[in-house]
């Protein structure tokens, strides 16, 4: 049973910083691409960023380039997203996600797996 465990939201006031976190397990992880997308309420599922199996190719949406950066470790199973200068428009529910080809997609039906989210809240 594959699993996905996000962590690391909170709350933050603008300009500040957060590190989210995302275990998996039941996978063959290096296998996969990754990838970070949020919501707000009352909007779509929004793509944050992707890297690819090997960890060596990223794609940021142009709303989070050059502030976000995604990263993985494929020894602990774990991806990464360092959010930097946040902003209140960042605030969502930022989940991960797992996909079965290992190169990177911003599109959310590309992906096999989804986390249940966490919450990130940006303060003004």
């Known amino acids: 049973q594959v699993q996905l465990v996000e962590s690391g939201g909170g709350l933050v006031q603008a300009g500040g910083s957060l590190r989210l976190s995302c275990a998996a397990s039941g996978l063959t992880f290096s296998s996969y691409a990754m990838g970070w997308f949020r919501q707000a309420p009352g909007k779509e599922r929004e793509f944050v960023a992707a890297?690819?199996?090997?960890?060596?190719?990223?794609n940021y949406a142009d709303s989070t380039k050059g502030r976000f950066t995604i990263s993985r470790d494929n020894a602990k199973n774990t991806v990464f997203l360092q959010m930097n200068s946040l902003e209140p428009e960042d605030t969502a529910v930022y989940h991960c996600a797992a996909r079965q080809i290992p190169i990177t997609s911003k599109i959310p039906s590309s992906y096999n797996y989804w986390g249940q989210g966490t919450q990130v809240t940006v303060s003004s």
């Open positions: 890297i690819n199996s090997v960890g060596n190719i990223r």
